[in-house]
């Protein structure tokens, strides 16, 4: 229990300095601009902004003159950035966000085609399917891979028309490569099937223009969160060129979403312009990280996925630690050196996701990835003593305290 300001001051500053000293390869998360979040804290954090299907005017709540003129700005930026006509941010995350595509655009019965857990996806229909209403009324089925983890067309295609899905649902946490997103939208246009893409981790490479946008390769709808490769606040949107599906999904938020976090939108603002400004430029040297970093992986010893391909064309690679131990006690010895990453949460539990969005956003390069890499191979195949390698990595990351790509 907290007593007095000074008692919350201080764990804050406690998390704050131990993050600064850590290594952060957590691909979920990122390192916002210091403008970002200062537009966190303007009066908007207590206001409500409620409004009816997605009529902006048809606000539930007074003294929403000027929100209402904030918030239909931000959309059209957020529709700039992502060419998008119709954007809708209501939902607080990248999941709310995918929950209402998946209620808002399908029948009781339907199936979904998407990512599986244990393929890094994020499991919307897999995990409503498990909740005792939805299990009554969606069913599900997983999306085909390759062992290089990139979508297997031909299956995919070929259990689209056996099973006949009513939605495929591209994208999820482990994405190394771009998915096939206008060849899929060809078949699935004859069949009437909807192609949804769920943006989240790729968020900031579409903005920044050096990954395909699924709008423009033919996808219905395309949805996400903002606070990962994107590094905005946190957060979620609904982005589409068909007035029709927008308002289906707007209707299903408005019962999902009330109160939308409008302090969020300031910040989201910002770290739009701070995507047109520098996305690109960020967004390149994203990719020439994790292209390093798995080739260094791979010549150190470690066996990353993908190799074959070139390791990666996003944020992130995966690596297979099965030889050493379980995914999480690897990245638990991590840890303990202050090297942050993910387990594959509790699925195979074999591999591990390292990003390197917040390692780039904070100025680090190819160089830097060989000097990771060489931090990996000490930690899980040689096996030194955690202890000694922390120090050199508080001191190794210390180094990179900026900001870099932002206003």
């Known amino acids: 229990m907290f007593n007095n300001l000074e008692e919350i001051d201080l764990l804050i500053k406690q998390h704050e300095a131990y993050r600064q000293q850590c290594l952060n390869l957590i691909a979920s998360e990122n390192y916002s601009s210091q403008t970002v979040r200062n537009y966190l804290t303007s009066d908007l954090g207590n206001r409500y902004g409620c409004y009816a299907g997605v009529d902006l005017t048809a606000r539930e709540y007074r003294g929403n003159r000027y ?54 996806g994020h499991g919307m229909a897999q995990l409503m399917v498990g909740a005792p209403h939805f299990g009554q009324t969606l069913e599900f089925d997983d999306i085909p891979f390759d062992q290089n983890r990139i979508v297997d067309l031909a299956m995919l295609i070929g259990k689209m028309q056996e099973c006949r899905p009513a939605m495929v649902i591209f994208g999820g946490s482990g994405m190394l490569f771009p998915e096939p997103v206008a ?50 606040p946190q957060g979620g949107f609904i982005a589409t060129r068909d007035f029709n599906i927008y308002e289906r999904v707007g209707n299903v938020l408005a019962s999902l979403v009330t109160s939308h976090h409008l302090n969020r ?11 047109k400004e520098f996305g690109k430029a960020y967004g390149e040297q994203i990719i020439r990280n994790s292209k390093t970093l798995g080739k260094a992986m791979e010549e150190a010893g470690l066996t990353v996925i993908g190799a074959t391909k070139g390791y990666s064309e996003t944020h992130l690679i995966l690596v297979d630690v099965s030889k050493y131990g379980s995914g999480v006690h690897i990245s638990k010895i991590l840890e303990s050196s202050d090297i942050l990453c993910s387990d594959d949460f509790g699925q195979l539990d074999r591999e591990l996701r390292i990003g390197t969005a917040e390692v780039t956003r904070r100025g680090m390069e190819e160089q830097e990835m060989k000097r990771i890499a060489d931090f990996f191979k000490r930690l899980i195949i040689e096996q030194e003593n955690p202890e000694q390698i922390k120090e050199e990595v508080n001191l190794f990351a210390s180094k990179y305290s900026g900001c870099r790509y932002s206003l």
């Open 183 to 232: 060849e899929i939208k060809a078949v699935a246009e004859k069949m009437g099937i909807l192609v949804a893409h769920d943006s989240s981790h790729v968020t900031g490479l579409i903005a920044g223009g050096v990954y395909p946008n699924p709008l423009d390769q033919g996808a219905d709808i395309m949805f996400g969160s903002t606070h990962k490769s994107f590094p905005g």
């Open 67 to 120: 929100i209402q003129e904030l918030e239909a700005k931000t959309q059209k930026l957020v529709g700039e950035v992502f060419k998008a006509d119709y954007v809708d941010l209501r939902p607080v995350s990248g999941h709310v966000a995918g929950i209402a595509t998946i209620l808002g655009l399908l029948s009781p019965g339907d199936l979904v085609l998407e990512i599986h857990l244990r393929d890094w």
């Open 265 to 275: 939108l300031p910040a989201l603002a910002v770290g739009m312009l701070e995507m």
